[in-house]
Structures are given as structure tokens and as C-alpha cells.
């Protein structure tokens, strides 16, 4: 019975990692531009990443997921300037502004998220089995260009803001984003696109 209850427990771990596992298929990559399908089991997390020097369309096809993005604050860089709470940044921490907390289902908008601005740092959560179709330009690229995908934790404003408050024309919400390894448990496995040949003009 031990025995039988010991390879019952391993095939639920397969059978958990097999889940957690994102599948990817891309259908056109080039230089300036990268199409790609996401599929997600109702258990999968893109953990919080960014797109740094990045344009991104994202468009749900089916299902439903969470999706919490952030902008980073800008600091300025004259200290005679530093005037609120959100202009110190503790060590190690970089403030950014939370862009969107929301529930997504399908139907809904798509979304374009910018170098600067739009959540160029999020992080998606799947509630059911979905899909999502995602357009990159320009694509990820090695660290010596400048696009490297960072991974980051995020902490709630009030565990490093000290005594600072937020003046009344800070409206929004606020968290510390800390970089971080790639999550051991994050795994993407790539699928071969075997539709249309498509050009690019």
C-alpha cells in the first residue's frame, strides 16, 4: 500500500509540473518583430517580467487570466528636486506605479504596453485554460543588445516607505520591484508552427 501510495504521489507531481508548463508556438519571428501563441492551463503564472526598448500587443483568445502591470516612477536625478515620499528609492528597490489589476475574459480589448508606459512590466495569472496572442517589437534579444528578459519580485509600498506618505497628487498604487533569477518552476516548451507559411513585407 506505501509503495502504491508512493507512485501515486509521483504521478500527481508530473502530472502538477506538466500543468504549470507554458506552451508556446510561434508563427513568424524576424528581427523587428516576433507573433506568438501562449497557451496556459488553468494553473500557469508568467511571473513579473519586462520588455525593456519594447512595443507589446497582447490579445486574449479565449479564456480568462489575471493580469497586474507597473510603470516604473521616475526619480529625478537633481537631488534638489526630491520634494515627496516617491522620489527615495531604497537599495536594492526600484518604485513603480501599478498600470492595471484586473480580472480579463474573454470577449475583451486587447492591450499594447510601450517602453515607458502602458505596464511594460507585468505579470500574467491563468484562472481557466486560456490563450493569448502576443506580438513583440522588436523580439527578446541577448543581454549585449539591451533586451534581456529581467524577472522581479514586487513588494506592497508600506514595508519600505518609512514615515513617508503619499502627498495628495500622488493618486494610484504604488509597490517596490526587486530583480530577481528566473523562477526554477517556470518552464516554457516550445511548439512547432505547422500552418501557412507567412511572409514579411
Known sequence: MLALLRICHIFKTVHLQELRRLHTCTFMSATSSRY??????????IPLHNHPGMTVFSKLLFGSMHIRSYDWVNVPRNSD???????YQHPGLRLAKVKTDAIFTVPCKASVLYPEDGGNMHCF????????????????????????CT???????????GDGKLAPDEDGVYAWLEERKKPEGFLVVGARYSGPRILER
Do not use: K, M
Not at 528636486?81 to 522620489?87: A, D, F, G
Not at 481557466?128 to 539591451?146: E, I, K, M, R, W
Not at 522581479?152 to 516607505?161: E, G, H, Y
Open 36 to 45: 506568438s501563441r501562449i497557451q496556459f492551463h488553468s494553473i500557469c503564472v
Open 81 to 87: 528636486e526630491i520634494v515627496n515620499s516617491l522620489h
Open 125 to 148: 495569472t491563468a484562472r481557466t485554460s486560456c490563450a493569448v496572442l502576443d506580438v513583440l517589437g522588436p523580439p527578446y534579444s541577448d543581454p549585449d543588445q539591451g533586451r534581456d
Open 151 to 161: 524577472y522581479f519580485n514586487d513588494l506592497p509600498f508600506d514595508i519600505f516607505s
